[in-house]
């Protein structure tokens, strides 16, 4: 009888690539996503369902309909990160991402251990991250989000496993993924989502309990969770190492000021990610052309759109805030 396997976030990266490599092992595979016209491409590969793992009662009633043709794996690979790695949170972000990676895997879970019990048998699998070995700069509830995971298939695999259900945590450092194209910082070791994907259709054939890729980055970025952690902060606060650098110069300005115009071209992102977040109104003050609306002056913007340095565009974010205050 053919295996069945259920990809949540099966529509592109780690999961679209998982999803790839078990169709070319001879499994039928079911994926689950929120992009429609994603998933409308994907129709002729896999079966698709339109689901936000946050919507419970919907993810479930998508892996039970699925599971009526058979299922023997569910993969909780959905989740999200931080729009931006800053100093100062953004406390809406982190919701959003504790919802999604915490709340997402609970509810990716819960129907398919339902059916494993009673079959007697299944695999769960979860995809954590080395972000949640140690407190991260810039990533705070992303870290703690994938520790939970982490800590919740270690407890499966002790709890589960006389019943039949068998967990693989998969802990990927950096892999060249729609998720990871947004950071503007090196990725050392950076992987590719096939070639997990093939290291997790090899733990699933070989029992393996954990999924360490690229393992060498897994192994330093471990490590570092043995120090002690006085030195750990002081390490990670190194300008070489701390992600977080950069302000949300958004933070400095209140967007409820904008006009519903600028506000919407915001949303479409039609306009440049500076400290000034509307259209530029210049008026000469002295020898300077500052514009009106964010007190920026036309010389910085022009530095902020050209300049990749961080500590560049923090000193422009910084100056414009005191000339608005």
């Given amino acids: 009888m053919t295996k069945s396997i259920f990809i949540t976030g099966g529509s592109s990266g780690i999961g679209l690539s998982t999803a790839r490599e078990f169709k070319k092992n001879g499994y039928r595979v079911g994926i689950c996503g929120r992009n429609q016209q994603k998933l409308d491409a994907l129709k002729g590969e896999f079966e698709v369902f339109n689901v936000d793992v946050v919507e419970r009662e919907k993810l479930q009633y998508a892996i039970e309909k699925f599971a009526e043709g058979g299922l023997d794996i569910v993969f909780a690979n959905a989740g999200v990160s931080h729009k931006e790695k800053t100093k100062i949170p953004d406390f809406e972000d982190c919701r959003k991402i504790i919802d999604i990676n915490i709340n997402g895997v609970l509810n990716t879970f819960e129907p398919a251990v339902s059916i494993f019990l009673k079959q007697g048998h299944g695999h769960l699998i979860a995809t954590s991250s080395v972000a949640g070995f140690n407190g991260h700069p810039g990533v705070g509830a992303y870290g703690a989000a994938k520790s939970f995971t982490m800590k919740l298939c270690e407890t499966f695999q002790i709890d589960l496993r006389r019943s039949g259900i068998k967990t693989i945590c998969v802990v990927p450092g950096f ?29 699933v054939i070989k029992d393996r309990a954990n999924v360490y890729y690229p393992r060498t980055f897994a192994t330093l970025v471990r490590a570092l969770s043995l120090l002690p952690r006085g030195i750990y902060r002081k390490f990670m606060s190194l300008e070489r190492f701390n992600y ?41 003050v002295g020898d300077e052309k500052i514009c009106q609306t964010c007190k920026l002056i036309s010389t910085e913007k022009s530095a902020w759109k050209e300049t990749t340095d961080l500590k560049v565009k923090n000193k422009i974010a910084k100056k414009v805030m005191q000339r608005r205050l």
């Fill in 244 to 284: 977080s650098s950069k302000e949300k110069a958004e933070f400095f300005f209140d967007k409820s000021s904008l006009s519903k115009e600028t506000q919407e071209l915001q949303k479409e992102k039609k306009t440049f990610d500076s400290p000034c977040v509307s259209i530029c109104d210049y008026e000469m």
């Fill in 175 to 203: 892999i060249d993924t729609p998720l990871t194209q947004k950071n503007n910082h090196s990725m050392p070791l950076i992987g590719s989502s096939e070639a997990i994907a093939t290291k997790i259709y090899q733990a």
